[in-house]
């Protein structure tokens, strides 16, 4: 077992501001349909609902997630082989990672993740768990092309991306996303890179706005967090008892789609800026695409994978999909 410190690659400027967030949030607030990235919900207190909100009975995804892990080992196994080096993107929750890690046996372990604290806790759980797996944890941006610590250079690469977070990411971030993975699993140093992802199944709308809006309001607290953060890191002012929280389906574009909306009008400012909501306006906060087989395979043929083998749970309601960097000529 060995642990490596984490590498620190997010910018922050002289106060310790994260400078993507700020940006992200300055220019969020300025659009006519205020919106700010979902990936500003994570922070350590974000992370922690997101955990509670997966203990959740309304939120199945990460029940079917799990179960697959469990049930599919041995073809797991038997697809992906022994050896290989776990790129996981966002650090390992404490149960779907073991899973994999037992099925598959590889020589490496690097999770990847934004919020540091996070991504050293898990990461020393699982060296903890697996006495036989280096761990080297790094600190970054994952959606961008990261640069993976020497150790693993030569070993063969699996990008592990459970939890259908890449539904959280419209189609053309989406693709450049799966474009970034592929260019941080690098080129083909002992066989071409593979990637484990799970992306949810598009289903009945009462089933996906019950998952998204739970009775007992841990996703409400979870999304409300987020205006929290801002007036904590940002020097922000929300009056966020004037916020609520909404989950509608937008059929469309087969997403759920997470909002705060304003139950009266007010003012405010972030990091010294002025803003205004009025009454019934929302902040866009995050989507939750939801894929059908089809849909699922497109969007990782646009990023430069080829879809290899699928699973899903007994209810199919998420799927499991292993693809392999596709050649850079495939015909025709
Ligand atoms: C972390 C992307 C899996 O979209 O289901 C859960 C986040 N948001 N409830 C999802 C989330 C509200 C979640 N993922």
């Known amino acids: 077992m060995k642990t490596e410190q984490g590498i620190a690659l997010v910018d922050r400027d002289e106060k310790g501001v994260v400078r993507a967030f700020r940006d992200d949030v300055l220019q969020g607030l300025d659009q006519y349909q205020k919106a700010i990235p979902a990936r500003w919900l994570y922070d350590d207190a974000g992370s922690q609902l997101f955990e509670d909100i997966t203990d959740l009975p309304e939120y199945y995804p990460t029940r079917s997630e799990t179960e697959i892990l469990d049930a599919r080992g041995k073809e797991f196994a038997e697809l992906i082989g ?173 997403r759920i789609e997470m909002h705060l909306e304003a139950l009266e009008d007010f003012d405010f400012e972030v990091a010294g800026k002025r803003f205004s909501m009025r009454k019934g306006e929302t902040i866009h906060t995050e989507n939750s695409h939801k894929f059908t087989r089809r849909s699922a395979n497109t969007l990782l043929l646009a990023g430069g994978w080829t879809p290899q083998a699928r699973w899903t749970d007994s209810g199919d309601r998420f799927s499991l999909i292993l693809a392999e960097a596709t050649e850079k000529r495939d015909a025709p």
Request: no cysteine.
């Open 82 to 254: 022994t050896g290989r080096a776990v790129v996981e993107f966002g650090s390992g929750s404490s149960v779907k990672t073991p899973l994999l890690l037992r099925a598959i046996n590889p020589s490496a372990y690097v999770p990847l993740d934004i919020s540091g604290e996070f991504l050293r806790e898990s990461a020393a759980a699982l060296a903890e768990k697996f006495p036989d797996v280096d761990v080297f944890p790094v600190e970054a941006d994952f959606m961008r092309e990261v640069q993976l610590p020497d150790e693993v250079a030569d070993l063969p690469k699996l990008g592990f991306f459970p939890g259908s977070t890449i539904g959280n990411m419209v189609p053309r971030t989406a693709v450049d996303l799966l474009r970034s993975m592929r260019a941080t699993l690098g080129a083909e140093e002992g066989g071409r890179p593979l990637l484990l992802i799970g992306m949810d199944l598009v289903k009945d709308q009462q089933v996906l706005e019950a998952a998204y809006n739970d009775s007992r309001g841990v996703t409400g607290e979870f999304n409300l967090n987020l205006a929290r953060r801002i007036n904590r890191e940002l020097d922000g002012t929300i009056p966020v008892d004037a916020l609520r929280h909404t989950a509608p389906w937008n059929d469309d574009f087969a």
